[in-house]
């Protein structure tokens, strides 16, 4: 035997048997510890046990998010307004011919264009004045007082007040409708058709001015008007879309700012203490739909010779263009009002010389009327009232009181007469209902996508709107307060900053937490179910070996035989 046959190495399964020796030394348990094997196992599938029945339930609990019962309306909520509509004739003789004219204007308001969301019920009902209509005007409105009293004081009912008058009793010529405080008269006529269509053009377009309606629901419904619709409208009423394109707040801060030219006030050309003592009757009169505080402030040495040219007749005046430039310098000049509530600003200006304000046409005016902003008020040259009357015609046109009347139509000339309050609080209303209903309706649909939102106000909001509606359809009775306080719950909790922090929450944030609270539970959960699925598994196939473990197969890669050869 030579040398070279003689293999002075190791063969590869020595190693390899040394290896798993080494290996069964280190898994060798001891007595002691083979003896606390069961005790283990059992506190291992207690620790497990312990974890599913305690551990579970109470991660659910401190991690979820708290959920309130979520109130919410109906998909297709509307509301159901029962409009009663008192029609009174000035002789008994007329009762027949009035009952055919309410027959023919009840089908026309059946047909009346449906808008969504909002149905009326009209309720007709014909008083007659007996021979009241051969007595002075001033009996005949004192006995409509009277019926008026009894229909809606009593009942508080909402209603149109509408009286039919004999042309031989008939005040107002060149006129077939007049709008008093309270009643519409209408001019009588021997077609029941051309009545009808009286009674109907009062109710439907002036008393409650559905055109308006129908615009104020889809604003609210965040639905577009089409263009062939604006364009179908008329030059007056396609006005009121512009100005009314805000809902009415609930609270106004009304600024009446004199601008004087001069160190001194003109007092000879108007009052201030009037003018204020006139805009505080006019909040009284809209107190029932919006709040409106009133205060004053005043502005010295204004210079207004930069926007001041002479016009024909020499007068100081100032061109339309320039309006905008002034209320810049205006909001430079006047204080700074810190609250989320609308503020108006009325400035009445006060030169030595009377001012005029040019339109586009070139036509003189007393005053300019800025939407969302205020107005701009002069004094012309024209008596002391004119400045009050200013003021007044101002806020009427800014908190939606303006009518513009078809030409057979007058009014009386009242600062606010009852039925535009009546008309002011239905548009308040049905504006504050439907805003109300679809801000609660948007918060409902993010709460279903988003499971870390908790919005609590809205159930209030939704009780406030649903008692004032469930009110208004059995009596007719408008809740303007209750129902805009349910509007301000709904839009506060759907524009709540925390309700967009938690849309915004990343998930790093949420790992960041959790990582540190779950993980040293997680590692020895697991390491237990790992630990006794083994014994388990090695128990029902019979590998148990003597340290109490299954036997762990080690795969040791083999080495190539050239390798050793090489060696």
């Not at 974890?51 to 509301?79: A, C, D, E, K």
């Not at 559905?210 to 604003?219: D, F, M, N, P, Y």
């Not at 263009?321 to 600003?345: G, H, L, R, W, Y």
């Not at 306080?485 to 937490?513: C, H, M, T, V, W």
Request: proline residues 3%; charged residues 20%.
């Amino acid at each position: 035997m030579t040398i070279s046959d003689v293999n002075i190495y190791p063969s590869h399964g020595f190693y390899q048997e040394r290896k798993e020796e080494r290996i069964r030394k280190v898994l060798m348990l001891t007595a002691e510890e083979r003896a606390e094997l069961p005790f283990r196992r059992i506190s291992a599938l207690t620790f497990i046990v312990i974890m599913l029945i305690f551990g579970l339930p109470l991660w659910w609990q401190t991690t979820s998010t708290y959920r309130v019962s979520f109130r919410t309306f109906p998909p297709n909520q509307q509301i159901t307004l029962p409009v009663y509509i008192s029609i009174a004739s000035s002789y008994s003789s007329m009762k027949s011919h009035v009952d055919r004219a309410i027959a023919l204007l009840l089908n026309e308001l059946s047909e009346l264009p449906k808008i969504d969301q909002l149905r009326f019920i009209f309720k007709l009902n014909h008083e007659d004045m007996v021979c009241l209509g051969c007595l002075l005007g001033r009996f005949i409105q004192d006995a409509l007082e009277f019926i008026s009293r009894i229909n809606t004081e009593k009942s508080n009912l909402f209603g149109v007040h509408v009286a039919i008058i004999n042309e031989t009793v008939w005040p107002y010529s060149g006129y077939t409708t007049y709008f008093d405080d309270q009643w519409t008269f209408i001019l009588n006529h021997e077609d029941e058709s051309k009545v009808a269509k009286r009674m109907f053009a009062a109710i439907t377009d002036v008393l409650l001015d559905t055109g308006h309606l129908s615009a104020i629901v889809k604003r609210d419904l965040r639905q577009r008007i089409q263009s062939s619709e604006i364009v179908a409208l008329s030059s007056s009423q396609q006005k009121r879309l512009i100005w009314d394109s805000v809902a009415l707040s609930a609270r106004y801060i009304v600024q009446v700012i004199f601008l004087h030219a001069g160190y001194n006030e003109s007092s000879e050309h108007y009052s201030a203490e009037n003018i204020i003592l006139h805009a505080r009757r006019f909040a009284t009169k809209l107190a029932e739909v919006s709040d409106l505080v009133i205060s004053s402030e005043h502005l010295w040495d204004f210079d207004l010779t930069a926007w001041l040219k002479k016009n024909m007749q020499e007068r100081n005046s100032i061109q339309m263009d320039d309006i905008s430039q002034i209320v810049t310098a205006i909001e430079q000049e006047t204080s700074t009002v810190e609250s989320s509530v609308p503020v108006m600003k009325l400035v009445v200006l006060d030169a030595p010389q009377p001012i005029t304000l040019l339109d586009y046409m070139g036509d003189e005016s007393n005053g300019v009327i800025i939407a969302s902003w205020g107005a701009l008020l002069s004094y012309g040259g024209e008596k002391r009232l004119a400045v009050n009357q200013s003021v007044i015609a101002a806020m009427r046109v800014l908190f939606g009181l303006d009518t513009n009347l078809p030409v057979s139509f007058d009014r009386l000339p009242l600062p606010v007469a009852k039925w535009e309050i009546k008309r002011i609080k239905l548009r308040s209303f049905i504006d504050c209902s439907i805003s109300g209903i679809s801000s609660v309706a948007a918060i409902h649909k993010l709460i279903s996508q988003i499971d870390n939102i908790v919005a609590s106000k809205t159930n209030l909001a939704v009780e406030l709107i649903s008692q004032v509606l469930s009110t208004v359809e059995e009596t007719g009775h408008i809740e303007v307060a209750s129902v805009a306080k349910g509007r301000a719950l709904a839009e506060s909790a759907l524009n709540d900053k925390s309700l967009l922090s938690l849309l915004y929450f990343p998930n790093d944030q949420k790992f960041a937490i959790y990582l540190p609270l779950f993980l040293p539970t997680l590692l020895p959960l697991f390491g237990s179910v790992l630990a006794l699925n083994r014994y388990w598994m090695g128990k029902d196939r019979g590998e148990k070996n003597e340290y109490g473990f299954s036997t762990m197969i080690l795969q040791i890669k083999q080495v190539d035989a050239k390798y050793w050869e090489a060696i």
